[in-house]
């Protein structure tokens, strides 16, 4: 990172090296799921993500909505689920009200993908 005249420019990893397939087992943890999902979607690793019936229960269909309105695919799995293709840059929108997690998600991944902005509705929880 440079930091100059009030600006921090981060010059990203060169990323030829990535892996193409990738597990997660997210086990009971929502924020990694949230958060990994997004990412790893921005750079095109089809991921399988595991979760235990708990995280399954909790609510993701707002982020794999935003997700696939944008290049990427998730789909549910007897095990948790699994993320393919490739997020593209654009607006993305997303509810707020439902966790603060598929906002933080987004915002560490559309960085990687390029020219993006988040419109966020509802009223957000964990706002603060």
């Known amino acids: 990172a440079v930091y100059e005249n009030g ?3 981060v010059t990203p990893a060169n990323l030829s090296d990535l892996p193409k397939y990738a597990d997660i087992d997210c086990r009971s943890c929502a924020s990694t799921l949230r958060f990994f999902m997004p990412i790893v979607c921005a750079l095109g690793i089809e991921t399988n993500f595991y979760a235990d019936a708990s995280l399954r229960a909790r609510p993701i269909k707002p982020l794999a909505d935003v997700i696939s ?6 789909k549910t799995t ?3 689920y699994t993320v393919s293709g490739k997020l593209q840059s654009g607006i993305y929108k997303v ?3 439902k966790s ?7 915002m560490f991944a559309t960085p990687i993908v390029g020219d993006s902005a988040l419109l966020i509705s509802g009223d957000a929880v964990s706002r603060p």
């Open 7 to 9: 600006i921090i420019t």
């Open 78 to 80: 007897d095990f948790g």
């Open 100 to 106: 603060s997690q598929f906002i933080t998600g987004l």
């Open 69 to 74: 309105s944008h290049g990427g695919c998730v």
């Open 95 to 97: 509810d707020g009200s």
